[in-house]
Antibody
Framework: QVQLQESGPGLVKPSETLSLTCTVSGGSISGYYWSWIRQPPGKGLEWIGYIYYSGSTNYNPSLRSRVTMSVDMSENQFSLKLTSVTAADTAVYYC??????WGQGTLVTVSS | DIQMTQSPSSLSASVGDRVTITCRASESINNYLKWYHQKPGKAPELLIYSASSLEDGVPSRFSGSGSGTDFTLTISSLQPEDFATYYCQQSFSFPYTFGQGTKLDIK
């Protein structure tokens, strides 16, 4: 059974970079697309983008200028970086192998 | 971006009720439509993919229909564990987009 687990700081200062890692267990990163989705507290879901295991990416245009995703096949992990964060980036961040496998989500708060 | 509009935004119902949630796309998405439900503090869980295909392990009281721009999710007989928020998502074009959600609670 594929399982995903997000990790990273729960608190990030405004203007700094949010960095999260998703560790995949029970299956290989190879051969699949890996996504990031976020959900501000009490609000709906926003698709951030995905990365293919080979490294090709597709980002939401609304975030494209600030987002970078990467894959580390040796660690069976993939990562998200979001630069120049503001309070509007406060959200639960989910990693996923859409549509069936999702991490539990991690809350990232942007605050000084 | 393709806009996904769900209705209603909230719904109160009783155990045993039949419930229908609709999702409308701002342009045709063929059948590239998924339904999820989400319980508080949990990740979304897939119920329906390709508009009408039931995900493995999902009870048969859930069904989906539609194509093009108009889609429905039906729960034939509500069970206590079905009270949650429901989201549709299109994967026809990038960026993938979700509906705003339908919160289903107990009457």
């Amino acid at each position: 059974q594929v399982q995903l687990q997000e990790s990273g700081p729960g608190l990030v200062k405004p203007s700094e970079t949010l960095s999260l890692t998703c560790t995949v267990s029970g299956g290989s990163i190879s051969g699949y697309y890996w996504s990031w989705i976020r959900q501000p507290p009490g609000k709906g879901l926003e698709w951030i983008g995905y990365i293919y295991y080979s490294g090709s990416t597709n980002y939401n245009p609304s975030l494209r200028s600030r987002v970078t995703m990467s894959v580390d096949m040796s660690e069976n992990q993939f990562s998200l970086k979001l630069t120049s964060v503001t309070a509007a980036d406060t959200a639960v961040y989910y990693c996923a192998r859409e549509p069936r496998y999702w991490g539990q989500g991690t809350l990232v708060t942007v605050s000084s | 971006d393709i806009q996904m509009t769900q209705s209603p935004s909230s719904l109160s119902a009783s155990v045993g009720d039949r419930v229908t949630i609709t999702c409308r796309a701002s342009e045709s998405i063929n059948n590239y439509l998924k339904w999820y439900h989400q319980k508080p503090g949990k990740a979304p869980e897939l119920l329906i993919y390709s508009a009408s295909s039931l995900e493995d392990g999902v009870p048969s009281r859930f069904s989906g229909s539609g194509s093009g721009t108009d889609f429905t999710l039906t729960i034939s007989s509500l069970q206590p564990e079905d009270f949650a928020t429901y989201y549709c998502q299109q994967s026809f074009s990038f960026p993938y987009t979700f509906g705003q959600g339908t919160k289903l609670d107990i009457k």
